[in-house]
């Protein structure tokens, strides 16, 4: 949900009642203002102005038991001794306070990418690399997050798109049930695990819930944490709350926390959720989606885009396209279709590359300042600077053969040479990108036009191809195209994450159970783990 523990509105009532409570009672007569202020007594034109109400800290209702009391501290030692703290010890290193009043969400990611030991990849503060709340800006802008906090697809985004591997479900979803919510506590706080260093056979997991404070009787509504551990006697999980400025870590009821994501998020209308977060063992991915316009993926109503309207506008455009032909000239329509599609204001995301060199710069990677900082790196940054590009070119390569192949297959059945006509992307003869070839500013621009194109069409979920080509003659060579395992290797883990973000950065309706039940966060593909949970 849109979090923050605020209350704009209160604070205006009372600072409206105090004006006028507090003024001076010449200020209603008529006369100009030197007169009003002179009929006044010098100590009551001295008297103090009033400020808005303020708190320190909100005491902490039942049924949520502080952990530093005496009753907290018994649960802690006892799980701590039957092995249900797993994982704590590392977040308790890294528990933060949220910077903002809504930054709940921001701030409960900084704690556990840093807890994950996730490389941002770009500086903090002179020469270290951390993350801070003002560096998650890739999906919803920073300054909105302020005011409004942030929505649970929008985080699951943000978490993706910084490196951590994302496993999300809402309470609302048939894999979201009170059973797989307590499975995945007692999985997240059992681990085995100690220090970063010492990650041999698994890496840290850490679950974070989207909730509602209503259901344990705290003032506001939406708000995001951490687990830090479980007590299995008394069914009790520990919230580590970033909102330390108004309550401490506390214990509630299992069940009582399920409760409190089963509430309706009033501006998603659905229900919170529940995600487990691990470090991904590879660089994060390259490509990423975001909203166009880079603000939020809206219709022409200025609603939210739903998945489900987002599918059948894709079903009833390639599906009527495929419909033209057989063969393999109904797939070249299709796909023709597909792309015309992306690039049009009926898709309401797009595709975006990532920075190859991380590292704040300050005028590209060649000349200038920047020339002179790279003689200042140390070797291995050195190393990783250009480790990094080669990446990033090896994606964009990535793109091209795979658009050379689809060029080369989808062609009319009476066979020949691939023509302008039957060329959907026309990469496949362009030169392989090189580190020298790609110029000083190495950025989302670097992408052509092109290669967005091939990246958004791999960005479309299969379920959404099924439900516009199953039947067809045109659906078993699209499947055999397009299917993630059947890519470059090089290629399957970015488009596996860019399917994983379609449904982050597309709000789910209420038609979803109708039009889109498939295309839900659980079951969309998710950026693989090394180890399943």
Same mark, same amino acid.
């Given at each position: 949900?849109?979090?923050?523990?605020?209350?704009?509105?209160?604070?205006?009532?009372?600072?409206?009642?105090?004006?006028?409570?507090?003024?001076?009672?010449?200020?209603?007569?008529?006369?100009?203002?030197?007169?009003?202020?002179?009929?006044?007594?010098?100590?009551?034109?001295?008297?103090?102005?009033?400020?808005?109400?303020?708190?320190?800290?909100?005491?902490?209702?039942?049924?949520?038991?502080?952990?530093?009391?005496?009753?907290?501290?018994?649960?802690?030692?006892?799980?701590?001794?039957?092995?249900?703290?797993?994982?704590?010890?590392?977040?308790?290193?890294?528990?933060?306070?949220?910077?903002?009043?809504?930054?709940?969400?921001?701030?409960?990611?900084?704690?556990?990418?840093?807890?994950?030991?996730?490389?941002?990849?770009?500086?903090?503060?002179?020469?270290?690399?951390?993350?801070?709340?003002?560096?998650?800006?890739?999906?919803?802008?920073?300054?909105?997050?302020?005011?409004?906090?942030?929505?649970?697809?929008?985080?699951?985004?943000?978490?993706?798109?910084?490196?951590?591997?994302?496993?999300?479900?809402?309470?609302?979803?048939?894999?979201?049930?009170?059973?797989?919510?307590?499975?995945?506590?007692?999985?997240?706080?059992?681990?085995?695990?100690?220090?970063?260093?010492?990650?041999?056979?698994?890496?840290?997991?850490?679950?974070?819930?989207?909730?509602?404070?209503?259901?344990?009787?705290?003032?506001?509504?939406?708000?995001?944490?951490?687990?830090?551990?479980?007590?299995?006697?008394?069914?009790?999980?520990?919230?580590?709350?970033?909102?330390?400025?108004?309550?401490?870590?506390?214990?509630?009821?299992?069940?009582?926390?399920?409760?409190?994501?089963?509430?309706?998020?009033?501006?998603?209308?659905?229900?919170?959720?529940?995600?487990?977060?691990?470090?991904?063992?590879?660089?994060?991915?390259?490509?990423?989606?975001?909203?166009?316009?880079?603000? =939020?993926?809206?219709?022409?109503?200025? @609603?939210?885009? /739903?998945?489900? &309207?987002?599918?059948? #506008?894709? *079903?009833?455009? +390639?599906?009527?396209?495929?419909?033209?032909?057989?063969?393999?000239?109904?797939?070249?329509?299709?796909?023709?279709?597909?792309?015309?599609?992306?690039?049009?204001?009926?898709?309401?995301?797009?595709?975006?590359?990532?920075?190859?060199?991380?590292?704040?710069?300050?005028?590209?990677?060649?000349?200038?300042?920047?020339?002179?900082?790279?003689?200042?790196?140390?070797?291995?940054?050195?190393?990783?600077?250009?480790?990094?590009?080669?990446?990033?070119?090896?994606?964009?390569?990535?793109?091209?053969?795979?658009?050379?192949?689809?060029?080369?297959?989808?062609?009319?059945?009476?066979?020949?040479?691939?023509?302008?006509?039957?060329?959907?992307?026309?990469?496949?003869?362009?030169?392989?990108?090189?580190?020298?070839? =790609?110029?000083?500013?190495?950025?989302? @621009?670097?992408? /052509?036009?092109? &290669?967005?194109?091939? #990246?958004? *069409?791999?960005? +479309?979920?299969?379920?959404?191809?099924?439900?516009?080509?199953?039947?067809?003659?045109?659906?078993?060579?699209?499947?055999?195209?397009?299917?993630?395992?059947?890519?470059?290797?090089?290629?399957?883990?970015?488009?596996?994450?860019?399917?994983?973000?379609?449904?982050?950065?597309?709000?789910?309706?209420?038609?979803?159970?109708?039009?889109?039940?498939?295309?839900?966060?659980?079951?969309?593909?998710?950026?693989?783990?090394?180890?399943?949970?």
């Amino acid at each position: 949900s849109r979090s923050g523990d605020f209350s704009a509105a209160l604070i205006s009532v009372f600072v409206f009642r105090n004006f006028h409570a507090c003024r001076p009672p010449s200020f209603a007569l008529t006369g100009s203002p030197h007169e009003s202020m002179a009929a006044q007594s010098p100590a009551l034109l001295m008297a103090p102005v009033l400020s808005p109400k303020t708190f320190h800290r909100r005491k902490l209702p039942a049924p949520a038991i502080e952990f530093s009391s005496k009753e907290g501290q018994r649960l802690f030692a006892q799980a701590l001794a039957t092995g249900t703290m797993g994982g704590f010890f590392r977040l308790i290193e890294q528990f933060h306070t949220q910077d903002e009043p809504a930054f709940c969400g921001l701030g409960t990611l900084t704690m556990v990418l840093n807890a994950l030991n996730v490389d941002p990849g770009k500086t903090w503060k002179g020469p270290w690399r951390w993350f801070h709340e003002e560096m998650l800006d890739c999906c919803e802008p920073i300054d909105q997050v302020k005011q409004t906090g942030i929505i649970w697809p929008k985080w699951l985004c943000l978490a993706r798109c910084n490196g951590a591997y994302v496993d999300a479900r809402r309470a609302d979803e048939p894999d979201g049930t009170l059973e797989h919510f307590r499975r995945l506590v007692k999985q997240a706080t059992t681990q085995d695990i100690g220090c970063a260093a010492e990650e041999t056979a698994g890496s840290l997991k850490v679950l974070v819930c989207s909730y509602s404070r209503k259901q344990f009787l705290q003032t506001g509504d939406g708000h995001y944490s951490p687990i830090g551990g479980y007590h299995s006697e008394k069914d009790l999980v520990l919230i580590l709350d970033v909102a330390r400025f108004k309550h401490p870590p506390h214990w509630v009821p299992l069940e009582e926390m399920y409760k409190s994501m089963q509430r309706q998020d009033p501006d998603t209308k659905r229900s919170r959720g529940f995600a487990v977060l691990s470090s991904s063992h590879v660089d994060s991915a390259w490509l990423s989606l975001i909203a166009k316009c880079g603000l =939020a993926a809206d219709n022409a109503h200025g @609603e939210s885009a /739903t998945i489900a &309207e987002v599918q059948s #506008a894709f *079903v009833r455009t +390639v599906g009527c396209a495929c419909c033209a032909g057989g063969g393999a000239a109904a797939a070249c329509e299709a796909l023709r279709a597909a792309v015309e599609f992306c690039s049009s204001p009926e898709m309401p995301v797009t595709v975006v590359a990532h920075d190859a060199c991380r590292h704040e710069r300050t005028k590209g990677c060649c000349g200038g300042e920047a020339e002179s900082k790279r003689r200042e790196l140390e070797g291995d940054e050195l190393e990783r600077e250009e480790r990094e590009t080669q990446a990033r070119l090896d994606v964009f390569n990535g793109l091209r053969e795979v658009a050379d192949s689809l060029d080369r297959c989808l062609m009319h059945e009476n066979g020949g040479a691939v023509g302008t006509r039957d060329c959907c992307f026309c990469l496949g003869k362009a030169p392989l990108r090189t580190p020298s070839a =790609a110029g000083a500013q190495l950025g989302a @621009e670097e992408m /052509t036009a092109q &290669e967005r194109k091939v #990246a958004q *069409v791999l960005a +479309v979920p299969m379920c959404m191809w099924e439900d516009a080509l199953a039947g067809t003659d045109g659906w078993p060579l699209i499947e055999g195209l397009l299917k993630k395992e059947n890519l470059p290797a090089g290629m399957q883990r970015e488009v596996e994450a860019l399917r994983a973000q379609f449904s982050d950065l597309l709000t789910a309706g209420t038609s979803r159970v109708a039009a889109g039940a498939n295309l839900t966060v659980g079951s969309l593909a998710t950026v693989p783990r090394k180890h399943s949970t």
